[in-house]
Nanobody, 122 residues
Framework: QVQLLESGGGLVQAGGSLRLSCAGS????????MGWFRQSPGKEREFVAR????????DYADSVKGRFTISRDNAKNTVYLQMNSLKPEDTAVYYCAAGAKWSWLVNDYAYWGQGTQVTVSS
């Protein structure tokens, strides 16, 4: 069982930056691939980024590649999402999730945080 809690969301102007954090519980945190997903009103939840258990493997959605960076600190049981050059279309609720396997599919992630709102104004 893993419990996840996101923080760091807020309101930012286009071109600005935010760093999201996801604090996890459990001694097996480092064994889980972790992902960030986002959901806008009326849209399905979509993949943003993922990172392997050791932190060496990362992958990004094309829409955020080159602007967002995912990282993790297993000593702190925390995953981060650094978001730069934010655009209004990045506005969404952002969720972190712990996965059973290396995947970008929502259904492959068993544990989810409650989400944190990111709003980018134009």
């Amino acid at each position: 069982q893993v419990q996840l809690l996101e923080s760091g969301g807020g309101l930012v102007q286009a071109g600005g930056s935010l760093r999201l954090s996801c604090a996890g519980s459990g001694r097996t945190f480092s064994s889980y691939p972790m992902g960030w997903f986002r959901q806008s009103p009326g849209k399905e939840r979509e993949f943003v980024a993922r990172i392997g258990g050791s932190g060496f493997s990362t992958d990004y959605a094309d829409s955020v590649k080159g602007r967002f960076t995912i990282s993790r600190d297993n000593a702190k049981n925390t995953v981060y999402l650094q978001m730069n050059s934010l655009k209004p279309e990045d506005t969404a609720v952002y969720y972190c999730a712990a996965g059973a396997k290396w995947s970008w599919l929502v259904n492959d992630y068993a544990y989810w945080g409650q989400g944190t709102q990111v709003t980018v104004s134009s």
